[in-house]
Nanobody, 123 residues
Framework: VQLQASGGGLVQAGESLRLSCAAS????????MGWFRQAPGKEREFVAA????????SYADSVKGRFTISRDNARNTAYLQMNSLEPEDTAVYYC?????????????????WGQGTQVTVSS
């Protein structure tokens, strides 16, 4: 499956963005989906994940209450709604798919990765 992340941009602290991850070349509902991010000079880290049906989600503590992951299997797209953005959220955001169909927090569980979209939050 191929993944295309989009929706990044430059915003001010406190504003919102919605990232999209469009999937093609596979059966989208066969995959659990995740969002990860990598800030300059840092390791890539888990942000949020959702199971194939959307019934199970997981979040990093740093984004709980501010970010919401969702998916639309009819549109083959996963989303990451990011509210109350902070400068610490500045990173390249990657979407990923895992064939285990679960909301995994582990990078090693993911078989497919998108190209990333830049999110920059100014203070």
């Amino acid at each position: 499956v191929q993944l295309q992340a989009s929706g990044g941009g430059l915003v001010q602290a406190g504003e919102s963005l919605r990232l999209s991850c469009a999937a093609s070349g596979g059966t989208f509902s066969s995959y659990g989906m995740g969002w990860f991010r990598q800030a300059p000079g840092k390791e890539r880290e888990f942000v949020a994940a959702i199971s194939w049906s959307g019934s199970s989600t997981s979040y990093a503590d740093s984004v709980k209450g501010r970010f919401t992951i969702s998916r639309d299997n009819a549109r083959n797209t996963a989303y990451l709604q990011m509210n109350s953005l902070e400068p610490e959220d500045t990173a390249v955001y990657y979407c990923a798919a895992n064939s285990g169909r679960i909301a995994s927090i582990r990078q090693s569980a993911y078989n497919y990765w998108g190209q990333g979209t830049q999110v920059t939050v100014s203070s």
